[in-house]
């Protein structure tokens, strides 16, 4: 038996899919970040952080990422399967995660940093809810 919030939820689904099919691709519209007048340094996105704003943790975990290892859980760089589509979509396997240590805490945590194939990297706090494209 299929409730109204199981059918409204597949509705949503398929229209989203056709709007996503008929844009003609699956990247994510966004304005490129521009030089600002008086520095002359390009400025961030909402949705970019620069190397030098994320912890110290974070940094230690991209020069593993990019050393290729070793790394210190054992489902670092296992497929990230984006279900939620908070980033831009590719095909299965595109996307790779890595934990980022917390401070404190005894567990994995929620941070991590998603490698993308063709070399993008994104930083999420809070497991996956929210990402930022990490900009060197």
């Known amino acids: 038996m299929y409730t109204a919030r199981t059918i409204v939820g ?59 290892g070793p790394f210190p859980y054992r489902k670092d760089g296992t497929i990230f399967g ?11 396997g595109y996307y790779r995660e890595y934990t980022v240590k917390t401070p404190g805490v005894r567990h994995r945590g929620a941070r991590r940093i998603v490698a993308g194939t063709g070399g993008e990297f994104y930083y999420t706090a809070d497991h996956y809810e929210t990402f930022k494209r990490i900009r060197e």
């Open 82 to 92: 984006n279900r939620e589509r908070r980033l831009p979509l590719k095909p299965r």
């Open 10 to 68: 597949t509705v949503v689904l398929i229209l989203w899919a056709v709007v996503a099919a008929c844009s003609g691709g699956s990247e994510r519209a966004s304005a490129p970040s521009k030089p600002d007048e008086e520095t002359g340094r390009t400025s961030l996105r909402a949705d970019e952080i620069a190397l030098g704003e994320l912890p110290r943790e974070a940094v230690k975990t991209l020069a593993l990422i990019k050393a290729g």
